[in-house]
């Protein structure tokens, strides 16, 4: 450090932290086409992508765009939670921060429609619980066996009570279920395979 005006010059010390850029890894994200028209267009839930694009990095946070310029300036982030692809496959970009430092880095996840399929199911049990009144309880595996006829074995099996709910894999069901509509309900099985949606099938309540 130098003073110009009494000609004095000192010295002084300091430490410089270079802080790791975050984990960003480039994923892909498969989902099922289960709505009867086979365009190659579905809605995706991006966050399900999070621990893949992060390496499960408890300090970091994604927000996802349609472009990589508007990623870097962080314009017109997408609704992750419920995006509708609009090419297939489509690519996103993901915006990776780590929260502690703020340091920025960038990756692709690539959203692809699925054409495999699982098989559509019926279930029916007898209203005895002493109520005529049109619910009862269901054992939901009892349907696996023909969900996944044809599948590659050990295919995990979900249930939900929406087709949206099983898309974006939200509220997922218990084991055992009561209906909610009297007499006849229609809920979804999803099946998994390696964390990509391999089909939807329609579960028939009786």
């Known amino acids: 450090i130098e003073d110009l005006v009494n000609n004095c010059v000192g ?18 994200l498969l989902q099922c086409d289960e709505d009867g028209i086979p365009e190659g267009f579905t809605t995706f839930n991006v966050t399900e992508a999070f621990d893949d694009i992060t390496g499960s990095n408890p300090d970091a946070s994604v927000s996802y765009y349609l472009s990589m310029v508007d990623a870097e300036n962080e314009d017109n982030p ?16 993901a915006r990776v921060t780590n929260t502690s430092t703020g340091c920025v880095s960038f990756s692709e996840v690539s959203l692809e429609v699925s ?10 049990v007898c ?28 295919l995990p099996v979900t249930y939900f009570e929406t087709y949206l709910d099983a898309l974006l894999e939200s509220n997922p069901l218990g084991t055992t279920y009561t209906n909610t509509a009297p007499y006849n309900q229609t809920i ?9 949606c391999y089909g939807i099938s329609e579960i028939e309540l009786k």
């Open 11 to 28: 010295f002084t010390s300091f430490e410089i932290v270079v802080a790791a850029k975050p984990i960003a890894n480039d994923v892909s």
């Open 78 to 93: 997408i609704n992750a939670d419920a995006f509708e692809n609009f090419f297939n496959p489509q690519i996103v970009y």
């Open 115 to 124: 054409t495999t399929a699982s098989n559509d199911a019926s279930l029916a």
């Open 127 to 154: 209203d005895d619980d002493g109520t005529e009144d049109g619910f009862a309880s269901f054992n939901l595996n009892d349907t696996n066996a023909i969900v996944l006829a044809g599948a590659p074995a050990g």
């Open 188 to 196: 979804y099985a999803r099946v998994e395979n390696a964390n990509a």
